[in-house]
C-alpha cells in the first residue's frame, strides 16, 4: 500500500495514512521524503499546488507536485545567503503522483513554524539538560 508516514520533529511516527491525491493535501509545505517506485528519493519542501511554470497557484492538486529546495542556503548557519532577491531562488523538481511508492513528512518543519532551515530530511535531537 502506498502510504504517507508524518512524524514529530523528533523522528517519532505520529500517524500513517494510505497515499491519495487528497491525502497529499496535508504535506503541503512540510519537508518530506518522497520514495519513488525506483527506489529513489526526493527530498525538500512539498509544493502541492503551484503551477510551477507559471509561477502561481490556483488551490487543485494536479497529478504531479513539486518538491523544492532552497539554491542558495548556508547549512551549518541555516540562512539563506546573499544580498538580493536572487538568496531566495529555490529549485523545484517535478515529481509525478504516480510514480511515488511512499512519503514521510515531518509535521511543523517548514521554517514559519520556527524550525530551522534545511533541505535536509532530518529530525531534532533533543538535548538533555542537567538541571
Known sequence: ?????????????KNKE???VDS??????????CWLNDNSQKVGFMDAFR?????NYDGIIKDYINICTFDNL??????LIGY??????????????????KIEA???????????LTNEFKFNKRVKSNR
Not at 514529530?8 to 511516527?13: K, P, Q, R
Not at 497529499?24 to 521524503?33: A, D, H, T
Not at 503551477?51 to 509561477?55: A, K, P, Q, S, T
Open 24 to 33: 497529499i493535501v496535508k504535506c503541503n509545505g512540510m519537508k518530506v521524503r
Open 106 to 116: 515531518i509535521l511543523h518543519s517548514n521554517p514559519r513554524w520556527g524550525t530551522r
Open 51 to 55: 503551477i510551477h511554470d507559471e509561477n
Open 84 to 101: 538580493d532577491n536572487s538568496k531566495y531562488d529555490q529549485t523545484c523538481i517535478k515529481v509525478d503522483i504516480e510514480d511515488i511508492e
Open 18 to 20: 494510505k497515499l491519495t
Open 74 to 79: 548556508d547549512e551549518n548557519k541555516n540562512q
Open 1 to 13: 500500500m502506498k502510504e504517507i508516514v508524518y512524524y514529530t520533529l523528533s523522528g517519532e511516527i
